[in-house]
C-alpha cells in the first residue's frame, strides 16, 4: 500500500475485494476513478451551485454575496435554474429507458421481433387495468398493444394527466391538483423545464423549483413506473431468490460476460443466449468449462432479480472488474458507464462491446442490438467474448463473495406477508402500527467516488435495522450491503427485537431488494399500497418513512429525490455536500418550502450519523402525529432469543399462478 493517504486503498472502499483490486491497478499503472479522483479538484463555485454557464455572455460565478449574473440573475436563480436543469437531465434518462421498454412491447405485440414473449400475463391483466384498457373479449397481443400505445401516449401527452397517478392516494392526488403539478406527460415536462430554465426566461426561484417537481413526477410515476411493469411484463415480475454477490463471482476456469448499464433487455438477452448449447459447446471447445454471466449496476439487478445471475458489484467496480483480468467481455448499454472503460479494457485482454444507438463509446466494439432480432446479436457478442477467452493475461480473482436474497417486488412482498391465501399488506400495517417495526426506509443509490464507498449505505441500514426500522433498497445500494450480509434473513440477528419476531415469522432480510433504479417506482407503489391498507393515514406523507441516497452522485439520484418529495416524503441525501448551498434562499425552498407546499422536504446532510439520527427523529414524529404507540422495543423478544434464521422455504417459492 502507498505511503501517501490520499492513495491508500484503505481510504477509498470498505470491501475488501475493491480495495485488493485497487491495488493491484496502481501496480499495473491503470487509472481508475479510484485514482482520478485524487487528481480532480472539483470548482467550489460550481459545486455550491451558483455557477451560471445557460448562455454564452458567460460563465457567470457568483461568488460575493449580492453579486449577479452578466443578466442580473440571482444565485437564486441561478441555483434554482440549476437544479431543476439536473432534475430534467435524470427524468429524461430514467424516462427514455421506459420509452425504448414500451417501444419493444409494441414490437412483440405485433409480431416484429423474435427471441423475446410476455412472461407475466397476470402483470399485463393488472398493468392494462391501472391504464383503463378494456381486456374483455381481447387477445394477450391486442392487450398488449394496448398497453404498449397506452404507455406511449404518456410519453407526448399535452393536456391531461399521466395515467398512473392514479396509484396514488387520492389525498396526494388532490394536492397535486392543487399545486398544479399533476404531469401532463413525460416529455412535455421536461422540454417546459429546458425553456424556463434558458437564459431570460422563468427568474422566480419557488417557480422554477415548483416545475422541477412536477417534471420529476413524470419520471417516478410515468416513465420509471411504465419501465417498471413493461420489463415485468416482458421479462417476468421478481419473486424472491437466493443468489451471490462481489469479484468473487468470476471464475477463472469459465467464459466471464459482465453486462452493465441499464436495460432489461441487454443482459435478458446476454444471458439467454449463454445458456444457448451451441454457446456452451464453443467455450469448452476453447477449454472453458461453461459460460458465467455476472452484472454491474443496474444490469446486474435486472438480472439478479428474475434470473438469479450474481453482480460482480455495483457502481465504482465497473473498472475493477476489467482489472481481474479474466472478465472476456464486458458488454454496456446506457448510464452510470465509464469512457475509462474502454482503455481498462486494453490495459487487459477484455472485449468492450457497446449495444446503444444512444451511446458510442471511443475504442470499443460497436454491436447495436437487432430490434428484430436481439438474440442474434447477443450471440454474436457471446461469441466474441469464447474467442476471447484464451487470451488472458495478468489474473487475480479476490476471494470475496457474499450470498443474499434478491427480489422483492411489490407483488412478491404481499405475497411474502400473506401468501395466496391472504395476499395482503395487513401485517406490515399491523407491525407498523403495533410499534415491532418502528418505520420504514428507502436506502437507495449509487456510489460516489468523493466518498469511501459503501460505508454510508452499511453504517446507515446497520443503525436503521438496529431500531427496528425495516429497509427497502435499489440500485448499487442494494448491491453494496448485499456484499456485507444484510440481504440474507441471518442478518435479522443485528436487527432489533420487534423486527426480529416479524423476521422469524416471515423467513425474510431485514433489507428487501426491490430491484433497479427504475424500480424505485416499485417503493412508491408500497407506499401507497400502505395507505390504502389502512391505519396509518390518508396519505404518503403521514407514514412514519423516509428516504434515503447516502452515497449520491448523478442526475438521476435528484429526478428520484425530487419524486419522492413531490409524493410526500422526507428526503435525505448524504456523501457529498449540497449542490445549491450557495444559495441559503434555495437550500430554505426544497426544505421548508417544499415541506409548505407538498408536505415533503429534501436536505443535504454529509454525516451519517445525523442521517440516522434525522430519519429515526422524523419516524418517531409521524409515529406521533399518527396517535400511534410510543416505541418500546423492550416489550418484544430480548435480543439473541432467536434461533438462527434460515430463508424459509415458503419465502422462496414462487407463486404457481403468476408465472
Known amino acids: 500500500m502507498g505511503e501517501n493517504k490520499a492513495k491508500d486503498s484503505r481510504n477509498k472502499t470498505i470491501d475488501p475485494a475493491a480495495a485488493q483490486l485497487i491495488r493491484k491497478a496502481e501496480k499495473d499503472g491503470v487509472s481508475t476513478a479510484f485514482s482520478r479522483v485524487d487528481e480532480m479538484r472539483p470548482c467550489s463555485i460550481g459545486m455550491t451551485g451558483i455557477c451560471c454557464k445557460n448562455c454564452y455572455m458567460g460563465p457567470c460565478r457568483l461568488n460575493k454575496p449580492d453579486s449577479r449574473g452578466i443578466c442580473g440573475a440571482t444565485a437564486a436563480t441561478v441555483a434554482a435554474r440549476n437544479l431543476t436543469r439536473a432534475i430534467a437531465g435524470g427524468s429524461a434518462a430514467h424516462s427514455d429507458h421506459g420509452r425504448d421498454v414500451a417501444m419493444m412491447l409494441r414490437?412483440?405485440?405485433?409480431?416484429?421481433?423474435?427471441?423475446?414473449?410476455?412472461?407475466?400475463?397476470?402483470?399485463?391483466?393488472?398493468?392494462?387495468?391501472?391504464l383503463g384498457i378494456d381486456t374483455e373479449g381481447r387477445s394477450v397481443n391486442e392487450i398488449a398493444l394496448a398497453v404498449a400505445e397506452e404507455a406511449l401516449a404518456n410519453f407526448g401527452r399535452q393536456e391531461g394527466e399521466l395515467s398512473l397517478l392514479n396509484r396514488a392516494p387520492a389525498e396526494r392526488q388532490q394536492l397535486w391538483k392543487k399545486e398544479g403539478i399533476a404531469p401532463r406527460g413525460v416529455d412535455r415536462e421536461i422540454v417546459e423545464a429546458m425553456h424556463r430554465?434558458?437564459?431570460?426566461?422563468?427568474?422566480?426561484?419557488?417557480?422554477?423549483?415548483?416545475?422541477?417537481?412536477?417534471?420529476?413526477?413524470?419520471?417516478?410515476?410515468?416513465?420509471?413506473?411504465?419501465?417498471?411493469?413493461i420489463q415485468d411484463i416482458l421479462f417476468g415480475t421478481p419473486w424472491a431468490r437466493r443468489g451471490q454477490v462481489n469479484l468473487g463471482v468470476l471464475k477463472e476456469d469459465e467464459v466471464n460476460i459482465i453486462t452493465h448499464g441499464h436495460e432489461a433487455l441487454l443482459s435478458e438477452m446476454i444471458v439467454a443466449a449463454s445458456r444457448d448449447p451451441e454457446m456452451i459447446k464453443l467455450a469448452e471447445s476453447k477449454g472453458a468449462?461453461?459460460?458465467?454471466?455476472?452484472?454491474?449496476c443496474c444490469s446486474s439487478n435486472e438480472t439478479l432479480a428474475r434470473q438469479g445471475v450474481p453482480p460482480a458489484g455495483n457502481f465504482l467496480h465497473q473498472e475493477l472488474a476489467i482489472v481481474t483480468g479474466v472478465a472476456d467481455a464486458m458488454v454496456v448499454d446506457v448510464q452510470c458507464i465509464f469512457q475509462s472503460l474502454a482503455d481498462v479494457a486494453a490495459s487487459y485482454h477484455t472485449k468492450l462491446v457497446a449495444t446503444s444507438k444512444k451511446a458510442k463509446i471511443t475504442g470499443a466494439e460497436y454491436m447495436v442490438f437487432d430490434e428484430q432480432n436481439p438474440l442474434a446479436t447477443a450471440k454474436d457478442i457471446v461469441r466474441l467474448a469464447i474467442e476471447n477467452y484464451p487470451n488472458r493475461?495478468?489474473?487475480?480473482?479476490?476471494?470475496?463473495?457474499s450470498d443474499l436474497v434478491a427480489g422483492f417486488s411489490h407483488e412478491y412482498i404481499r405475497y411474502m406477508l400473506g401468501g395466496e391465501y391472504r395476499n395482503t399488506l395487513r401485517p406490515l400495517n399491523d407491525a407498523i402500527m403495533e410499534g415491532r417495526i418502528m418505520g420504514l426506509a428507502g436506502v437507495v443509490g449509487c456510489n460516489n467516488p468523493r466518498v469511501e464507498?459503501?460505508?454510508?449505505?452499511?453504517?446507515?441500514?446497520?443503525?436503521?435495522?438496529?431500531?427496528?426500522?425495516?429497509?427497502?433498497?435499489?440500485?448499487?445500494?442494494?448491491?453494496?450491503?448485499?456484499?456485507?450480509?444484510?440481504?440474507?434473513?441471518?442478518?435479522?440477528?443485528?436487527?432489533?427485537?420487534?423486527?426480529?419476531?416479524i423476521g422469524e415469522a416471515v423467513g425474510m432480510p431485514p433489507v428487501l431488494h426491490m430491484g433497479s433504479c427504475v424500480d424505485n417506482s416499485r417503493i412508491l407503489t408500497i407506499l401507497s399500497d400502505v395507505i390504502s391498507e389502512g391505519g396509518l393515514g390518508d396519505d404518503i406523507s403521514d407514514l412514519p418513512a423516509v428516504g434515503i441516497a447516502p452515497e449520491w452522485m448523478s442526475e438521476k439520484a435528484l429526478a428520484i429525490g425530487a419524486y419522492f418529495v413531490a409524493s410526500g416524503a422526507y428526503v435525505i441525501f448524504g456523501g457529498v455536500d449540497s449542490p445549491v448551498k450557495g444559495s441559503p434562499e434555495v437550500e430554505n425552498l426544497i426544505g421548508d418550502g417544499w415541506q409548505n407546499q407538498v408536505k415533503g422536504r429534501l436536505e443535504f446532510v454529509t454525516d451519517p450519523a445525523e442521517i440516522v439520527r434525522k430519519s429515526l427523529d422524523h419516524i418517531k414524529e409521524r409515529r406521533a402525529a399518527l396517535g400511534l404507540s410510543e416505541y418500546k422495543p423492550g416489550k418484544y423478544v430480548r435480543v439473541g432469543a432467536l434461533k438462527s434464521f434460515n430463508a424459509a422455504p415458503s419465502m422462496l417459492r414462487t407463486p404457481h399462478q403468476s408465472r
Open 197 to 229: 430554465t434558458t437564459m431570460g426566461v422563468d427568474t422566480d426561484p419557488e417557480h422554477i423549483l415548483t416545475h422541477s417537481l412536477k417534471t420529476a413526477l413524470g419520471d417516478g410515476w410515468g416513465g420509471s413506473m411504465l419501465a417498471t411493469d
Open 393 to 401: 493475461k495478468n489474473t487475480e480473482i479476490p476471494d470475496y463473495l
Open 107 to 130: 414490437a412483440v405485440a405485433k409480431g416484429e421481433t423474435t427471441g423475446i414473449h410476455i412472461s407475466d400475463e397476470t402483470k399485463l391483466m393488472n398493468v392494462a387495468a391501472d
Open 289 to 296: 468449462k461453461g459460460i458465467n454471466v455476472a452484472g454491474i
Open 453 to 501: 464507498q459503501d460505508a454510508a449505505h452499511r453504517y446507515i441500514v446497520e443503525e436503521l435495522i438496529k431500531n427496528d426500522v425495516l429497509v427497502v433498497q435499489t440500485g448499487c445500494g442494494a448491491i453494496a450491503n448485499a456484499k456485507y450480509g444484510l440481504l440474507l434473513p441471518e442478518a435479522m440477528a443485528q436487527a432489533g427485537p420487534g423486527l426480529k419476531e
